[in-house]
């Protein structure tokens, strides 16, 4: 990543269009790549190489390995705390590697390549199928973006909105690895259990998934109930769904700072299997790409209108019918930011950068309280959020769900200046503490602010982490800008 001085200079370049390389791939040539949603982490790539078969991948690390060069690894760029990108690494870029490789409809199993990003998957399941009676869907993906890779999607072990699921380790059988040495290996809870554990969750410094084998579970049709509620009734709300049989679910809450709904009321939306006999008819209420960016202004310009507008809007989609899989997609606009710092008349560049909290789920009501008072005191501008549930991960190294917790995702805007940057560094500071106050933790995706404390209260196996990627890598051919942040900040115990 670059200095802080040398990111306000490269920023205005590109603001003014005058580095222009941006994203130009596939060059002989250094570029300069940036993550999608929070455009905080550019970095100067020695150059961008696009892998396109598993053999070109052994060939890529063989060759940094003979020459001595460092390799980042990209899916769809949406991680926000630099673990795509390392500074003059070479960059191998995955998007090139979306085939289907095996699709095994009786066990429920698809092996794909590793940058197929989720609507391709998707598509290409549901056209296979068409018609069977017994169809097979993916079991979970992110919300609020579609175009990221099942590699990256590995790589964080992320999750969706499921009510009962695990993160995504449970949703993977088997995958192939290649290694430091250029060697495939793979990788699956027998054949190199260690390195599945490490690498489920290791933001990519294990080595390049080729591919994965993913576990898929039958493609359901469900009903969407929606309704307003308080945050308070939220844990026993979410209770009585589960127990209802519903399967997914999410709460939107109230981010209108001035209101005393703030944090405290929202929208609280889940899915419930109907018979497969259904129907579901064509024009049914969506929200398309231009109420989207109206949302999004309002969200910046309008709270309280923000809140109204999707409350009415989810509220009269009650009772709508979806399939399991697509309803997880979303619409997702690039460089929405862009228009609305315009639109705003802002001052200077914004973007948003998110965070995710976990707490207990006892602990969710008074952790939201203690938010509620840190955002107005500090002056936070929370753009949107949601609260989740996650069941427990007992499998990966680096497992972020340590219990069944609640999930809570803020999405805080960003001002790009020094100060900007460091306000919202301290927002997401306080937000681990208070995670931390009951027992919480935090995802390592979005972004490196946290403390060296922070980092060792939530993730204790941290240090034991950078010594088995020196184990499994020992001339560190995998980099990021993210792993040489935390090599530093750990430099003393390594
Ligand atoms: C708007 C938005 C919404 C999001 N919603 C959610 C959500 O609902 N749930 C959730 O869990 N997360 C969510 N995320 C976080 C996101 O899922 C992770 O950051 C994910 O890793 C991004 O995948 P990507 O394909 O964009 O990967 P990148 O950002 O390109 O890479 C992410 C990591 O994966 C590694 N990687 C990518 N491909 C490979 C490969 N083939 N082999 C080895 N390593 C690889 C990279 O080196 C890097 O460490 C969201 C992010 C954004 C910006």
New binding site residues.
């Given amino acids: 990543m670059l200095t802080r001085r040398e990111f306000f200079r490269e920023s205005a370049a590109v603001a003014l269009g005058l580095s222009g390389c941006t994203w130009r791939f596939w060059e002989a040539t250094p570029s300069l790549v940036n993550?999608?949603?929070s455009q905080l982490n550019p970095t100067r790539v020695a150059r961008v190489v696009r892998a396109e078969s598993p053999e070109g991948l052994q060939g890529l690390v063989r060759s940094a390995r003979a020459e001595g060069n460092g390799l980042?690894?990209?899916?769809?760029?949406?991680?926000?705390g630099g673990?795509?990108f390392g500074t003059d690494t070479i960059l191998v870029d995955?998007t090139g590697m979306r085939r289907v490789l095996r699709f095994d409809a009786g066990r429920g199993e698809i092996e794909v390549e590793?940058?197929i990003q989720w609507p391709e998957l998707i598509d290409y399941l549901v056209q296979e199928q068409r018609g069977r009676a017994r169809q097979w869907g993916i079991a979970q993906k992110?919300?609020?973006?579609d175009r990221?890779?099942v590699?990256?999607?590995l790589?964080?072990n992320?999750?969706?909105r499921g009510l009962r699921l695990k993160p995504f380790i449970a949703d993977v059988e088997s995958f192939v690895l290649v290694d430091a040495a250029g060697t495939p290996r793979t990788c699956d809870r027998r054949q190199n259990a260690e390195l599945f554990r490490l690498a489920i969750g290791g933001?990519?410094l294990f080595g390049?998934?080729a591919s994965v084998t993913l576990r898929l579970g039958l493609r359901r049709r469900l009903e969407r109930v929606v309704e307003v509620i308080p945050v308070e009734d939220l844990m026993p709300a979410f209770e009585k769904r589960m127990a209802d049989g519903f399967l997914f679910g999410d709460f939107q809450y109230s981010t209108d700072v001035a209101s005393d709904d703030f944090l405290r009321r929202g929208v609280f939306s889940c899915y419930r299997p109907v018979d497969e006999n259904t129907p579901i008819p064509e024009g049914q209420k969506e929200f398309s790409k231009e109420d989207w960016d109206r949302l999004l202004y309002l969200s910046h310009a309008d709270k309280k209108r923000a809140f109204e507008e999707y409350s009415a809007y989810y509220l009269s989609t009650s009772g709508q019918v979806y399939w399991s899989d697509t309803h997880q997609l979303s619409v997702?606009i690039d460089d929405y930011h862009q228009g609305l710092d315009r639109r705003l008349g802002a001052p200077g560049r914004a973007t948003e950068m998110?965070t995710e909290i976990y707490v207990p789920r006892n602990a969710l009501a008074r952790f939201l309280e203690d938010v509620r008072q840190d955002f107005r005191q500090n002056r936070v501008n929370l753009i949107y959020g949601t609260i989740r549930l996650i069941e427990r991960d007992d499998e990966s190294f680096l497992a972020w769900a340590r219990e069944p917790y609640a999930c809570v995702i803020f999405n805080l805007d960003v001002v790009h200046s020094p100060q900007g940057l460091e306000r919202s560094g301290q927002a997401f500071r306080r937000l681990i503490d208070l995670a931390i106050r009951y027992g919480g933790s935090y995802y390592l995706?979005y972004h490196r602010f946290a403390t060296r404390k922070q980092l060792e209260t939530c993730y204790p196996q941290f240090a034991e982490f950078l010594r088995l990627k020196r184990k499994h890598d020992p001339e560190e051919r995998f980099q990021?800008d993210w792993y040489r942040h935390y090599k530093a900040m750990f430099a003393d115990v390594l």
């Fill in positions: 993550d999608i949603h980042s690894i990209a899916g769809g760029r949406h991680a926000m673990q795509q995955m590793a940058g992110q919300t609020g973006a990221l890779s590699g990256g999607a790589a964080a992320i999750h969706g933001y990519g390049i998934i997702y998110i995706t990021s």
